[in-house]
T-cell receptor
Framework: DTAVSQTPKYLVTQMGNDKSIKCEQNLGHDTMYWYKQDSKKFLKIMFSYNNKELIINETVPNRFSPKSPDKAHLNLHINSLELGDSAVYFC????????????FGSGTRLTVV | RKEVEQDPGPFNVPEGATVAFNCTYS??????FFWYRQDCRKEPKLLMS???SGNEDGRFTAQLNRASQYISLLIRDSKLSDSATYLCVVNGGGTGGFKTIFGAGTRLFVKA
């Protein structure tokens, strides 16, 4: 049973398209995150939700919109995709403020052509 | 100064060697510290938490020095399977609010 699962694993799409990535966790954690890892391998937080409430929203273009229907799910919708959006997007979850660390999903490799 | 800084490496070591990585952080209000391991094209996985008293898990030892604001990871008797990127992670508070910062990672290659 995968603890944090995200779909799809790979996504290749054209500039200007709209796409969504889904994430689900079965760990009973109350906090979920989206991270972006670019070609230089930096992991940067994009959003954090605690019990469906947005608590962190880093400087991310408003083309990116997270949605958390319940505390076990956090989806990411991206409008008008640009070449610079190409990266690996990781979903993660934790209990509270991650005093015991995060559990990551296996990542979604997004390529915008 | 970067919030979390690591030597990017790569570290190339033979099997059986002992290797140490350091990581420095700038926020003195940081509260919890971790080492993660990331294999190529995979997600980061928690390796171990880091405590002020130091902690050990098999061949891995982590240390935290709050006064000097650095953490370290020591790997003894390196195995081929230890080849990966090791990420230093710092959770902290302070005036900017609670933040988790990942270091850029240190690459390790263990060779036969």
């Amino acid at each position: 049973d995968t603890a944090v699962s995200q779909t799809p694993k790979y996504l290749v799409t054209q500039m200007g398209n709209d796409k969504s990535i889904k994430c689900e966790q079965n760990l009973g954690h109350d906090t979920m995150y989206w991270y972006k890892q670019d070609s230089k391998k930096f992991l940067k937080i994009m959003f954090s939700y605690n019990n469906k409430e947005l608590i962190i929203n880093e400087t991310v273009p408003n083309r990116f919109s997270p949605k958390s229907p319940d505390k076990a799910h956090l989806n990411l919708h991206i409008n008008s995709l640009e070449l610079g959006d190409s990266a690996v997007y990781f979903c993660a979850s934790s209990q509270g403020q991650a005093s015991y660390g995060y559990t990551f999903g296996s990542g979604t490799r997004l390529t915008v052509v | 100064r970067k919030e979390v800084e690591q030597d990017p490496g790569p570290f190339n070591v033979p099997e059986g060697a002992t290797v140490a990585f350091n990581c420095t952080y700038s926020n003195s209000a940081s509260q919890s510290f971790f080492w993660y391991r990331q294999d190529c094209r995979k997600e980061p996985k928690l390796l171990m938490s880091v405590y002020s008293s130091g902690n050990e898990d098999g061949r891995f030892t982590a240390q935290l020095n709050r006064a000097s604001q650095y953490i370290s990871l020591l790997i003894r008797d390196s195995k081929l399977s230890d080849s990966a990127t090791y990420l230093c992670v710092v959770n902290g508070g302070g005036t900017g609010g609670f933040k988790t910062i990942f270091g850029a990672g240190t690459r390790l290659f263990v060779k036969a």
